[in-house]
Structure formats: C-alpha cells, structure tokens
C-alpha cells in the first residue's frame, strides 16, 4: 500500500515538473531556422553575411557603413535571446524595433526634430562592444539619439562580457521598458516610447578602410512574443 501510495506521488510529482518546464519553454520560436536565412534581409552596408555550422557569420568589409541583417517582420512586445561571439576590434549589436524607410523621414520628439535619410537603419540597439570600455549589453539608439543606458556605472556587467567565447543576450521590451542582460547578469534598464515596434537586426559595424575581415557570430536565435 505505502508502495502504491508513494509511486503515485512521484509520478504526479514527475508531471507537475513536466507540466512547468512545458509551460516556461512554450511560446518560444527560432527566429533562425540554422539553414539559410528565410525571414531575413540585409539593409544599410555591404558587409558578408553567410552560415557556417548553424550559426549566421557577418564578415567586415572596408569603406562601407554599418550593415544590418534583419528580420522581414516587425515585432512588439517580446523576450528575445541569442548568443554571440565577436572578433577583438569589431563593435556590433542587437538592433530591436527598428526601422529603415525607403524615403527621408523626420520625428519630432520632445521639442526636438530627429531627420533620418532614407535607407538608413534606426532604433534601439543593445550593444556589443569587446572594447576596454566593455558597454556589452548597454542600450544604445541608432542613427537618431545616441546613448540612453551605457555600462560606466555597472561594473559587473562590463566585466560580464567574454572576450572570444560564445556570450548569452537576454532582452525584453514591452510597453516602454527596454532591459537586457548579459550572460545572465542585468545590463540596461530604460524606459523610451518613440518606438513601439519594428524589426530585429544583427549589426556588422562599419570599419573604415581596413582590410582584414573581422568576424560577428550569432546562434541560438530565438523570440517569445507577448501581447
């Protein structure tokens, strides 16, 4: 009896754990299926994007400007994780709801008037910066506005990033909130409305006129969308 009793305990024990890693893992999707790169487009410069072992590879080019694989979708609310390993010398980052329009566009945003030429890629960025300033998660606006949250005053962040390892993002925007983190330690919390959606892009910046390829990579792709 005692036996039966506690057989069935475990087995309904072994189903409430199942029942919970099922529920915290629903809702995720790859935003890149390891293959080729169907859902994707590149805008902004010419840098080399291919896929190498399941991964997407950007290669730096010289004299052109930063480039940007991104996504032909937008999105809005959502948690968004990935992991990267970039080069020594080659900044990068994780462009979320952004945007790059096929004519001039300017916003008006607290008094001031933002101009951006048409095809240049705009928005949040969380950035990745191997550099000895080590900003590596810190929210950064392309194209527009600049700095909003750098790492100088979070120590453990900027000593989070692992130079030429593979290094884990875990970003979340809904509503106005912005917060990253990098491999698991918190980075940029900022709160901003101007952009409520737009597309997720991978940045290969630019490099001026050097001419040794440096690389970005990026796997493990994937979005939970939240309403």
């Not at 000895?132 to 810190?138: D, I, K």
């Not at 909003?148 to 692992?162: M, V």
């Not at 900022?190 to 910046?205: C, N």
Request: contains cysteine; neutral net charge.
């Amino acid at each position: 009896m005692f036996t039966n009793r506690f057989l069935a305990v475990a087995v309904v024990s072994l189903a409430s754990v199942a029942a919970l890693l099922s529920a915290d893992e629903s809702g995720w999707k790859p935003l890149f299926n390891g293959n080729d790169l169907d859902g994707w487009t590149q805008k902004g410069g010419k840098a080399k994007y291919r896929i190498e072992n399941g991964e997407i590879v950007g290669t730096s080019q010289p004299g052109t400007p930063n480039s940007f694989l991104c996504t032909t979708r937008e999105f809005t609310n959502f948690i968004l994780e990935l992991e990267f390993k970039v080069a020594p010398g080659l900044n990068s980052g994780v462009q979320i709801r952004s945007h790059a329009y096929d004519t001039n566009s300017e916003v008006q945003w607290k008094d001031k008037a933002y101009k951006v030429r048409a095809g240049t890629v705009h928005g949040y960025q969380i950035e990745i910066d191997p550099s000895a300033r080590a900003w590596t998660g810190g929210l950064y606006e392309e194209g527009r506005r600049g700095w909003f949250h750098n790492l100088s005053g979070n120590p453990a962040a900027q000593k989070a990033f692992k130079q030429n390892e593979w290094n884990k993002f875990h970003i979340e925007a809904v509503g106005d909130s912005i917060k990253s983190q990098i491999n698991g330690v918190a980075a940029a919390d900022y709160h901003d409305s101007m952009d409520p959606a737009g597309f997720i892009g991978l940045q290969v910046h630019g490099v001026g006129k050097r001419t040794n390829d440096l690389e970005v990579r990026f796997r493990n792709v994937r979005i939970k969308e939240l309403p």
